[in-house]
């Protein structure tokens, strides 16, 4: 063994002398290999391989669930052993490896007749047909109905005769309905103007003054020329009030009246099992026979049905219908916060930056703004129902609207997209404060003492040469706040978001009523996901709205990315 030790070493040695180094032990070399820092390129380049595959994989599912939605599905008449017979699209596959049987979730519709969804063995399906003539509708209650059109009984309308199902049909949709819009749209709008009237202005005049009369002594109250005054005031109001009731109640029942008479017109329907189903046509909104549409009918009524999801108001209960009053409150309130947290955290950026000097204050400081970047978004609503809602809100309305204060009907001591607005921006505030700090930073000291040496002074050294030079770093602390804001549902289901609300707008200047609640596409997204009469009917839409505030918050990132570039771009080449 020592020999051919010897010789290996002697047959190692002249290679070793040849290449003029000494050999390198393979323990010098792992740690040669680890002190160069291969293994964390490594680490480095997989957590961002896992980062961009998990983030495709959430955006596939949703893009997955989220563009089919709307697209028209065959429906399938299945024949099972039993006899039963059912209608529907197929909603879902799923195969049990421990029964090795293939179970099939059918969307059958019908919820007043039926559970809209029914699971079917594949073992016991006997035959699958695909009628030309089966019907989905789309209501305005009771979501979906699916079954065949067997008659029309239009007996307030005047129709021509016609031997398709589907030509009839949608004649008798656009004759009823342009006979609701000739009989009720002035009856309507002249029913809102009452409303608006009592609500808005005779409401809250008479609780003025009926405030201001009870605040006189009871000797103005008496015979005072106040107190007669407010008497009079409070008698006319009354009547107007009493008038503008009795205007409201007597065109609600004639609209009520009128729409008892248009419902006579139904469209007669039976399903799969032979029950036959009156639909009044003032309840279809669409119709379709997914089974003989082309091409291009599917994606007419794809368009459709997008085009209603982001245009239209929502309906039964948040289960199908519009979300647009969802979206407009969604980017009024990321505007609103904008505005309120982006030159706050930016005045606070260039103060800690620039004018604040090192001490135990300033530090403590930088680490509470630090600590409250961490601060779960439940907190902040807590505090902004606390602090804004109960008592700034509360202190404005004992200041400015004590008779509302006393009625019950607070302004501003209410939820709002006010103070929604503004615990938002609180809660991105420190982003915007740490990003301003950072980029004033990352800027050369060298920059800022050339302007000193020509004379500029500390204003406007920071006003025309640090900012401009900080803005891209600036706006990407705004582009984070913006997108966390966004998403965010915890603080404003205690500060202003609802599940129903109408748009918080007005005709009168400021023409936003700040303190109106408002709709929220994430609020929206919890509450048919938890909280819907139907969660299996709503999973479809929570896909759908998921997805569209999904590209909501990329526009609007890439909007600010694009103006951040474009400010990079032009304040680099200035420097230069």
């Known amino acids: ?5 010897q010789s290996n070493e002697r047959a190692e040695s002249p290679a070793a002398s040849a290449g003029g180094m000494p050999p390198v032990s393979r323990a010098r070399r ?23 595959t ?5 955006l596939g599912v949703v893009l997955w669930n989220g563009l089919g939605v709307f697209w028209p599905s065959p429906l399938e008449a299945v024949s099972l052993k ?26 059958v519709g019908n919820s007043e007749l039926q559970q809209p969804f029914r699971w ?10 695909y009628p030309p003539n089966a019907m989905m509708l789309d209501r305005m209650r009771d979501l979906q109905y699916i079954g065949y059109l067997r008659s029309i009984e239009a007996p307030g309308l005047q129709l021509a005769l016609s031997d398709e199902p589907t030509v ?20 309507t709008a002249e029913e809102k103007r009452a409303a608006q009237e009592l609500h808005r202005r005779v409401k809250y005049q008479l609780i003025r003054a009926r405030y201001q009369f009870r605040q006189l002594s009871p000797e103005d109250q008496e015979g005072g020329s106040r107190g007669r005054a407010l008497a009079e005031k409070i008698a006319e109001l009354e009547r107007r009030e009493t008038e503008l009731k009795d205007t409201t109640d007597r065109l609600r029942a004639q609209i009520n009246a009128r729409m008892q008479e248009l419902r006579r017109n139904v469209a007669v329907f039976v399903d799969a099992a032979g029950r036959e189903k009156q639909i009044a046509l003032l309840d279809i909104v669409r119709f379709t026979h997914p089974n003989s549409m082309t091409f291009w009918a ?6 459709a049905k997008v085009w209603e999801l982001v245009s239209d108001d929502p309906r039964e209960a948040n289960q199908d219908g519009g979300i647009f009053p969802a979206i407009f409150g969604t980017v009024l309130m990321v505007f609103l916060m904008a505005i309120a947290c982006f030159p706050l955290g930016v005045l606070a950026g260039i103060y800690l930056g620039e004018y604040a000097k090192s001490g135990p204050l300033v530090n403590l400081v930088r680490v509470a703004v630090n600590n409250l970047a961490g601060i779960p978004s439940i907190v902040f609503g807590i505090f902004g129902l606390g602090f804004f809602i109960y008592l700034v809100g509360g202190q404005l309305d004992a200041w400015f609207y004590p008779d509302r204060v006393a009625a019950a009907e607070p302004v501003f001591g209410k939820s709002s997209i006010l103070w929604a607005s503004l615990t938002l ?14 980029a004033l930073r990352a800027i050369p000291r060298s920059i800022p003492e050339g302007a000193y040496a020509l004379g500029s002074t500390k204003f406007q050294t920071l006003w025309r040469v640090l900012m401009p030079m900080a803005s891209p770093g600036v706006m990407t602390g705004f582009i984070l706040a913006m997108a966390r804001a966004a998403g965010e549902v915890a603080p404003l289901m205690l500060t202003g978001a609802v599940k129903d609300a109408p748009l918080p707008l007005d005709s009168q200047f400021p023409y936003i009523q700040f303190d109106q609640k408002f709709m929220h596409l994430g609020y929206h997204i919890l509450d048919i996901s938890c909280k819907s009469p139907n969660v299996e009917a709503t999973k479809p839409l929570v896909y759908a709205t998921t997805l569209l505030l999904l590209l909501i918050v990329l526009g609007m990132s890439g909007s600010a990315i694009w103006l951040r570039n474009r400010m990079r771009t032009r304040y680099q080449s200035r420097a230069m």
Request: hydrophobic letters at 45%.
């Open 425 to 438: 921006g609180l809660l991105t505030v420190p982003v915007v404060i740490v990003s301003t700090e950072e």
């Open 30 to 52: 792992v740690a040669q290999f680890w002190l160069k820092g291969e293994p964390f390129v490594w680490a480095t380049g997989a957590a961002l391989a896992a980062t961009l």
């Open 82 to 107: 039993d006899g039963d017979r059912l209608l529907g699209d197929v909603n879902d596959v799923q195969y049990d490896p421990h029964t090795e049987k293939t179970n099939i979730k059918y969307r």
């Open 54 to 58: 998990m983030t495709g994989v959430l």
């Open 168 to 187: 009839a049909l949608a004649a008798a949709l656009s004759a009823v309905r342009a006979r609701r819009e000739a009989e009720l749209s002035e009856l």
């Open 120 to 129: 079917v063995a594949a073992d016991d399906i006997v035959s699958v047909e």
């Open 1 to 5: 063994m020592s020999n051919s030790g």
């Open 298 to 303: 599917k994606l007419k009524h794809y368009a």
